[in-house]
């Protein structure tokens, strides 16, 4: 396979990825265009399985926690309708807005979002003390934030109204890096997922951010709400790849597995402290 090839070459490939990766790529709608830069597609014919334990992640999930924390995925976006990967802070922190479809994504995930934090609520036996937000800087994560975050004010948790919350912009819940990827066709994620499943430090060879990188970023915003909250629920509005990767670490399941655990524009889940059951069922990789 030649390094670059026209995105009218990749047709067939794309069409034997698994239900799973299309529809929460495309939302399975049909893309309005393909980048003119498409990279050379992975074509494994085989399950991918995961490495030895020397490409393991090293970095342990927290002991306890003082908070219960959710992850929201952003709402379909210009990116996702132009089947493109836009992971450079340069260009995802300016453009790459929701579509409307991605807008409508974003406000109705506020009742899911209410919903699982009230399953936490019944879970514990009590109320939250606060309840708080923080989201990617990029536009389309921003943007399903305000939307979200909008929708959920009038809302009721135990009676009472969540009230007006706004999200805290941090960097360490950023897009994935895709390296040498950015900008190309969204089918080139085969390129890096199967080397993810092997070794939690590859850059899969085009100088992608490897799996641990993401982990140790996240694990630092963790690591600094839990010093500065207590009994909050808190809300991340992020990216695919970073969400599940932060919540396959999380549960304590072999984080390069994450791939497998694929969220949809506007989903919400729990993310939930050393308890691989609460991962969704698993759609493993067959390229």
Request: proline share 5%; aromatic share 6%; with cysteine.
């Given at each position: ?32 265009r393909s980048s003119s830069r498409a990279v050379?597609l992975c074509t494994m014919s085989t399950p ?77 036996g009590k109320a939250f003390a606060h309840i ?156």
């Open positions: 396979v030649s390094a670059f090839q026209s995105p009218a070459l990749v047709g067939p490939i794309y069409q034997q990825l698994s239900s799973c990766v299309c529809s929460s790529l495309h939302d399975s709608r049909p893309a309005a050379g991918v399985a995961v490495g030895d334990s020397d490409g393991a992640c090293r970095i342990a999930i927290p002991a306890s926690l003082s908070n219960t924390y959710f992850a929201v995925r952003h709402g379909h976006a210009v990116n996702n309708l132009e089947s493109i990967i836009s992971s450079s802070p340069d260009v995802g922190t300016k453009i790459h807005p929701l579509t409307e479809l991605g807008k409508e994504q974003a406000a109705e995930s506020s009742s899911a979002l209410c919903a699982a934090i009230q399953t936490a609520v019944v879970k514990r708080l937000a923080f989201t990617s800087d990029f536009t389309r994560a921003r943007e399903t934030s305000v939307f979200c975050l909008n929708a959920l004010a009038p809302l009721c948790l135990d009676g009472k109204e969540v009230g007006h919350i706004e999200a805290v912009l941090t960097t360490e819940l950023r897009e994935r890096w895709f390296g040498d990827l950015d900008d190309t066709i969204v089918t080139n994620y085969n390129m890096v997922w199967p080397s993810d499943m092997k070794d939690a430090r590859s850059d899969a060879g085009y100088k992608c951010e490897p799996v641990e990188k993401v982990v140790e970023r996240v694990h630092s915003l963790i690591a600094r709400l839990e010093a500065e909250h207590q009994d909050t629920a808190i809300a991340f509005f992020s990216h695919a790849d970073t969400v599940q990767i932060l919540q396959t670490w999380m549960s304590g399941a072999d984080v390069r597995t994450f791939s497998q655990f694929r969220f949809k524009n506007g989903e919400v889940r729990e993310l939930v402290l050393n308890d691989p059951e609460s991962l969704p069922c698993p759609q493993p990789l067959d390229l």
